[in-house]
């Protein structure tokens, strides 16, 4: 077992092989739109993106998450995200903090399933000093006073996930479907594990994992250093991460999650809950647009209808009364992805049950119109401009799916029977059922 005070840096060495002898090696490739992928030796990518601002955006990707851990270092990734603002072997979390909130105009720091990204906006001039602190939170220190106020903070980001129905309903049904491993693992650390993980534990499930070929270090925006002088000053600050795993075991794979489907039966609770979903397509393809646009056919209802709900959509013209508080359809983006449907309110389950699952069927047996699919298109062509039209937006959506043509293009080829056809390969798959409150004369769907 790794010590947490290991991670020391070891720039100079790397400064000396790269200004010095020129032996650091440095793989360069340009795209059409002017996109420049630099790989370093350690496998760490740095990706710059042309574009006018006055800003720039950078995004630090970490392929890790919840679908690297197994049952004993679950809520690793929580955990190291939590650090951001503590201190590492070589900067003080003082210093940090000060960067952050001197040179940065955004900054955001998430954890997820499958990635921990952390987004800033800064000045073009400052691109170097916040990319520095970027490589360097990926290495706390891990002294032992911090690790203890950083499980404070984990603890209530635990009480905060139990609050959130949306969140919480969402575990439950990625936990189902993929029976607990991989996608099924939520990205916040389970309470069993709060007393297990120690600075140790930590320290050497980072060493195994946070390295080099899974780091991906994202620039959109114009700075005024010149490209390669930029690149040399970045691979002195991001080769020093480790190539490969420098922990008591290999890296831990990417999980690649068995769906399975199922059901989760509760009972009790304030409100009557039902969620039916199916396995989804690969996120980013042509048949995930098309999930896109059902659901959007599909829309949500809610019990105060105020301007700009979709009053078009079908769970608009099919929920409306108290008895139905929140009805929508929903996506995930993870490489596997679910389809679904979640129902609260008073209404007995039963009810929400039935409709909820007609409304699912009706997608592949009852016809797709024109006017649908043209609304629904428009609305998510809309979505998508507003949304990579903002910093982080443009930044991470280039970084996920590319410049947005593959999408619009996708959107364009969907036609009412092409829509009922992925509507008809979604519904064959596996269901997954959660259900929680009155379970009387619950139905069972063949």
């Known amino acids: 077992m790794l010590s947490s005070r290991y991670f020391s840096r070891t720039v100079p060495a790397v400064a000396q092989r790269f200004y010095a002898s020129h032996s650091y090696e440095i793989k360069t490739t340009f795209a059409p739109d002017g996109t420049r992928t630099s790989v370093l030796e350690n496998g760490v990518k ?65 954890n997820g399933r499958e990635t921990l990204a952390y987004t800033a906006t800064t000045h073009p001039g400052h691109v170097r000093d916040v990319a520095e602190i970027l490589a360097d939170v990926l290495r706390p220190r891990l002294a032992e006073w911090e690790f203890r106020e950083v499980k404070e ?79 040399k000053s970045l691979a002195v600050i991001f080769a020093a ?33 039902y969620v039916e979903a199916y396995k989804g397509a690969q996120a980013g393809s042509k048949d995930h647009v098309a999930q896109l646009v059902l659901a959007n056919i599909l829309g949500d209802a809610t019990s105060e209808f105020l301007p700009g709900n979709n009053l078009t959509s079908r769970f608009a013209k099919e929920f409306s009364g108290d008895e139905f508080s929140l009805v929508s359809s929903f996506n995930s983006h993870d ?48 979505r998508l401009k507003l949304f990579r039209d903002s910093r982080n937006g443009f930044l991470l959506g280039t970084w996920k799916y590319g410049n947005g043509s593959a999408f619009d293009g996708a959107l364009d080829a969907l036609t009412p029977q092409s829509l009922q056809q992925v509507a008809s390969n979604l519904l064959s798959t596996p269901r997954t059922t959660v259900v929680k409150g009155d379970l009387t004369d619950l139905p069972s769907f063949k």
Not at 164 to 183: E, P, S, Y
Not at 253 to 260: D, E, G, K, L, T
């Open 241 to 273: 991460l480790p190539a490969s795993s420098i922990g008591s075991g290999p890296a831990a794979p990417v999980v690649a999650s068995n769906y399975y489907g199922g059901e989760l039966v509760e009972a009790g609770g304030p409100s009557n809950i």
């Open 335 to 382: 490489s596997q992805t679910l389809f679904g449907v979640r129902a609260v309110g008073s209404a007995p389950t039963k009810v929400l049950a039935e409709k909820v699952h007609s409304q699912l069927s009706n997608l592949a047996t009852n016809k797709i119109t024109e006017e649908e699919l043209n609304r629904s298109r428009n609305i998510l062509k809309t």
């Open 46 to 110: 740095i990706v710059q993106i042309p574009k006018e601002d006055t800003s720039v955006a950078l995004g630090l990707f970490v392929n890790v998450g919840s679908v690297n851990e197994t049952h004993q270092t679950h809520g690793s990734s929580h955990y190291l995200r939590r650090f951001l603002y503590k201190g590492t072997n070589k900067t003080s979390g003082l210093r940090i903090t000060r960067t952050i909130e001197n040179l940065t105009s955004q900054f955001e720091a998430n």
């Open 153 to 231: 903070l984990v603890k209530d980001d635990i009480e905060q996930r139990k609050s959130n129905l949306i969140a919480t309903l969402g575990d439950k049904v990625r936990h189902t479907a993929f029976r607990g491993v991989g996608l099924g693992r939520a990205p916040v650390i389970p309470e069993y594990n709060l007393d297990q993980i120690y600075p140790e534990q930590l320290a050497d499930w980072i060493g195994s994992n946070v390295i080099g070929e899974r780091i991906t270090l994202v620039i959109a925006g114009n700075t005024p250093y010149d490209d390669e002088g930029l690149i």
